[in-house]
């Protein structure tokens, strides 16, 4: 089945908007992919912020206990409240951010236990300080105080270095999946960057490639057209073009063939009616040229069978009649040249129009025209 000219059209141009509106959808679908990565590389961003935070806040609290133990001053203990107050908060933040399958989670979770055990441990060293300095305002240290042996075994110390060595697995762990994300960041830039370029190449190539097709096409058959009506203009009339494409251009081709033939026909039905009228006319010059021929005959019988007896007027009268036969046929000759004007060739020839008009003159006039002579040289 072949396609018409304008389905051709349409179907190029619905092929390159397709491809552009793959371009289109496959430059969507990857930065889709580069938003998501880019929001992972910024949650991690935020999350390893929170967790410096979080544990900056339990540094300040363990600073503040430990200056209280020191030195037992209330003002020390701001950090320690504070922070107590804020903690809390932060490690359900920093929970909802991470999914509960994650190993971070995990680990968050056994910081926070952690730091419960810590708080646990440090609120009882603090109520025993106060008590201590209650009963003697000049404590110093842990004397007086019941679980001065706790404090003396590190155990706060140790529980502080394994959050410590947690907050620092996490960190690590979030550097790393921000930097294989930060990867496949720029991994999926590259890739838009190539996909676009290569799908944006591929459709204006196939683009191109159709158009030049159709143009070819086009301008083909048309030079075929424009050769026909120039051949058709230089009198060929049987030439025709061959057009098997059955579209739009097919149809035109086959109206300049039917018009060819049509010309080709009329012009032949005129060349054999011209060839008919020519006989015709040859027929008719010779059908009036015979009865003018005998009238010169006779004319010429009787001068030779009167001899010198003719009178003279009779002489003149068929010499005049003579000379009107042989203008008559010059007429004749002349309306069968004038048939045949354009269908033969005609040769240039020189003519004495000062003669020509002095016999026009003799032949029109009905009675003698005295005194009239055409001047040599007429004025333009």
């Not at 706060?156 to 947690?166: A, C, F, N, S």
């Not at 002489?315 to 203008?327: A, D, G, K, P, Q």
Request: hydrophobic letters at 40%; proline letters at 3%.
């Amino acid at each position: 089945m072949k396609l018409k000219l304008s389905t051709k059209l349409f179907a190029g141009f619905l092929v390159i908007s397709a491809l552009f509106a793959l371009v289109v959808f496959v430059n969507y679908q990857l930065s889709r992919q580069v938003l998501r990565n880019s929001e992972r590389v910024q949650a991690s961003q935020i999350i390893t912020a929170e967790a410096s935070t979080l544990f900056r806040n339990i540094i300040d609290m363990e600073s503040g206990f430990r200056g209280f133990m020191l030195i037992g001053s209330e003002a020390v203990l701001q950090p320690y409240y504070k922070g107590e107050q804020e903690l809390l908060k932060q490690f359900a933040n920093l929970r909802s951010q991470i999914a509960l399958d994650d190993p971070q989670y995990a680990r968050i979770q056994r910081t926070q236990r952690l730091y419960q055990q810590w708080s646990a441990y440090s609120h009882l060293l603090i109520s025993e300080k106060r008590e201590a300095r209650r009963r003697n305002p000049n404590q110093i240290g842990m004397e007086g105080m019941a679980h001065r042996q706790l404090a003396e075994s590190l155990t706060g110390k140790q529980i502080m270095d394994q959050i410590r060595v947690l907050f620092a697995g996490f960190e690590r762990t979030e550097l790393a999946d921000r930097d294989k994300v930060r990867q496949k960041l720029e991994d999926s830039i590259r890739q838009t960057r190539l996909i676009s370029i290569i799908v944006t190449v591929l459709a204006i190539g196939i683009g191109l490639l159709w158009a030049s097709y159709i143009t070819r096409l086009i301008a083909h058959r048309i030079d075929m057209m424009v050769g026909l009506s120039t051949q058709i203009a230089t009198g060929d009339y049987n030439t025709r073009i061959q057009d098997t494409s059955q579209d739009e251009l097919t149809e035109l081709a086959d109206s300049l063939n039917v018009m060819a033939r049509t010309i080709d026909s009329t012009i032949t039905q005129l060349e054999r009616r011209n060839q008919e009228l020519d006989q015709f006319a040859y027929v008719v010059s010779h059908d009036l040229k015979a009865p003018l021929r005998g009238i010169e005959s006779a004319s010429r019988w009787i001068e030779e069978d009167m001899g010198k007896d003719v009178p003279d007027h009779i002489r003149e009268f068929l010499m005049l009649m003579r000379t009107r036969v042989h203008r008559m046929e010059n007429l004749i000759s002349g309306i069968l040249d004038l048939a045949r004007i354009g269908r033969t060739k005609q040769a240039d020839e020189r003519i004495n129009v000062r003669e020509l008009l002095n016999e026009i003159v003799d032949s029109l006039a009905p009675r003698p025209v005295s005194g009239w002579n055409c001047p040599r040289i007429c004025p333009p």
